[in-house]
C-alpha cells in the first residue's frame, strides 16, 4: 500500500504560481509512474501530467502545457507540479496519484491516491 500526501495549495492572483508536492511512502516510488488530476467544483476530474519513474519523461494536458511542469525526486519519494501564469480554470481540488505504468491520461491506470489540495486562482 502506498500512502501519498499532497502540499502547497492555497490562493494565488491569476498570474501567479503555486508549487504542489507529494510525499509518497515506501521504498517502491522509483518504480511508479507518478500523476497529477485536479478537479473542480461541478466538473469530472481530469488529467493534469504525468512523469515516468526513471526516464522522467512527461505528459501533459493541453490545458497546462507550457504553464505547469511536473518533476520527481526519487530520492526524496516526491513529486512535484510546477504550475505558472495561473488561470481562475485551475481552481480545483488537485490529485496526486501512483500507477504501474507509464504516463497513463486515464485515472483507472492510477491505484494510489492522495486526499488531494485546493488550489484557487482569483481574477
Known sequence: QVQLVESGGGLVQAGGSLRLSCAASGRTFTTYTMGWFRQAPGKEREFVA????????????????????????????????????????????????AGIQGSSRRQLDYAYWGQGTQVTVSS
Open 50 to 97: 504525468t512523469i515516468r519513474p526513471i526516464s522522467m519523461s512527461a505528459d501533459y494536458a493541453d490545458s497546462v502545457k507550457g504553464r505547469f511542469t511536473i518533476s520527481r525526486d526519487n530520492a526524496k519519494n516526491t513529486v512535484y507540479l510546477q504550475m505558472n501564469s495561473l488561470k481562475p480554470e485551475d481552481t480545483a481540488v488537485y490529485y496526486c496519484a
